[in-house]
């Protein structure tokens, strides 16, 4: 069965690469590097000892999209590919809005062209705004708070608009958290450009000595130790739902949407505290004000990926800081250093 992953060569793309390889599936990569890098694969294929096809192409370009389909009977895609960066977003939205919705529109069409109808989509708890409650529920209203997570929105509408126009489509959503961690041979972990948005890899950076202390933004939430709280996911456990999610395509299911968190939230200087102990080393912070647009805590209830998928985060705390602390310490300038060892 052969698996079409769009933004495989990103950081959650390249982990659920070595996922689909391990299960046997055949898979095609296409990413236009954008933010990722080619030795990601490179790395994927010495992790599994098995090989992938990748195409070098833009999502923007249907032309490029078909030549892929062209090539390669698919039988599913993941789709991974898109802008990222909630900052960047609100800076420059109509970027984000032509890259995300103009390139999954372009996708789809091409798709329909081949009458490929199983798709994946990588949604994000963003779409769940300010909930009014925790834990969340796949069932709670949405709404977005910046354009990143409009195009996550308005992206799953898309979809679910698709399948009512055709049902032949089985679609699935499923909403991730806060993706951290890499691959325990550390090979493969986040390797953001520049100075990192995400806590888990500000942290190891800090730790590493290359930015002097984390800024934790408000210790005044109503919270254990007053820091903001989220629902921290090991990314092989996120890797590890998109496996236990295509076989859910195939039974014909419509539309399914699925939360993947821990349904555990870790405050900030719990992130804090695990790293010192991963790295042996003590993190500066300090304790700034709040930023604009916070919540004080976010965290999922994942009872129905169990249930319906099998699938639950089993990666500890532990676990997520061992791992990207392996990563940083093997590749303290991500993939652009010498490949030497690796």
């Not at 495989?8 to 990569?29: D, F, P, Q, R």
């Not at 999954?104 to 409650?133: H, Q, R, W």
């Not at 972990?189 to 995400?198: Q, S």
Request: proline letters at 5%.
């Amino acid at each position: 069965m052969k698996i079409l992953v769009t933004g495989g060569a990103g950081y959650i793309g390249s982990h659920t690469c070595v996922e689909l390889l391990n299960e046997n599936y055949e898979v095609v990569v296409l990413d236009n590097l954008s933010n990722s890098s080619e030795e990601s694969l490179t790395r994927v294929k010495n992790i599994t000892g098995k090989s992938l096809e990748f195409y070098k192409a833009d999502l923007l370009d249907k032309k490029e999209i078909a030549s892929v389909f062209q090539d390669h009977k698919i039988d599913s895609v993941i789709h991974f590919a898109g802008l990222k960066a909630v900052g960047e977003s609100v800076l420059v939205p109509l970027k984000y809005f032509h890259n995300n919705i103009s390139g999954t529109l372009n996708l789809l069409e091409v798709m329909d062209d081949f009458n490929v109808k199983n798709i994946v989509f990588s949604s994000s708890a963003t779409v769940y705004g300010n909930p009014a409650s925790l834990p969340i529920k796949e069932d709670f209203p949405l709404s977005a708070t910046n354009p990143y997570g409009r195009t996550k929105l308005m992206t799953e509408e898309i979809l679910q608009d698709v399948y009512c126009s055709d049902k032949s489509w089985n679609i699935a959503l499923l909403r991730y958290f806060n993706p951290v961690g890499a691959h325990e041979s550390g090979k493969i972990g986040e390797d953001p450009f520049g100075i990192p948005n995400n806590l888990a890899p500000y942290i190891s950076r800090v730790a590493a000595g290359f930015l002097p202390r984390v800024n934790v933004f408000g210790n005044d939430y109503d919270t254990l130790d007053g820091t903001g709280v989220r629902d921290f996911i090991h990314v092989v456990d996120l890797a590890l739902g998109h496996i236990k999610t295509l076989p859910k395509l195939f039974t014909n299911p419509g539309v399914v949407i699925y939360n993947l968190g821990t349904g555990q939230g870790y405050s900030v200087l719990e992130m804090i505290k695990g790293f010192e102990a991963a790295s042996g080393k003590t993190i500066p912070y300090k304790i700034t004000d709040r930023r604009p647009g916070d919540i004080a805590a976010c965290f999922a209830d994942p009872f129905k990926a169990k249930k319906e998928l099998g699938w639950e985060a089993n990666k500890t705390l532990a676990d997520m800081c061992t791992d990207t602390w392996n990563w940083q310490k093997k590749n303290p300038d991500g993939y652009r250093e010498s490949q030497g060892e690796n």
